[in-house]
């Protein structure tokens, strides 16, 4: 992402890949979930916690690699574009622990 994006387009672009829309009613009708974006020197670091059931995992992961693999055009037109390098599972930390918890019960 270039120095002056808009960081919240990745989570925005997730949201849209889980439910259609960045702006909805909650549930999320798939996998509730949480986008956080961190500047890390000239990378953006997304984390993202998110709730599913255990059949619909693997396809949460796709759409979110999907979603995460290029750029989102707003409704003004402004496009944010991004490269993805890599993406990884890995475990709720415990500081995330209550919020991954809230998140299974939305």
């Not at 549930?27 to 916690?49: K, T, Y």
């Not at 796709?62 to 707003?74: D, K, P, Y």
């Amino acid at each position: 992402m270039g120095p002056n994006a808009d960081m919240g387009a990745p989570g925005a672009a997730v949201t849209v890949g889980l439910c259609g829309h960045w702006d909805h009613q909650p549930p999320c009708p798939l996998a509730p979930h949480h986008v956080r974006a961190d500047q890390v020197g000239g990378q953006v670091r997304i984390r993202i916690l998110f709730a599913a059931e255990p059949d619909a995992e693997q396809q949460v992961r796709h759409l979110i690699e999907l979603a995460l693999s290029g750029q989102l055009t707003l409704p003004d037109g402004l496009t944010t574009p991004w490269q993805l390098q890599t993406s990884a599972a890995a475990e709720v930390s415990t500081d995330e622990t209550d919020h991954a918890q809230r998140l299974i019960h939305s």
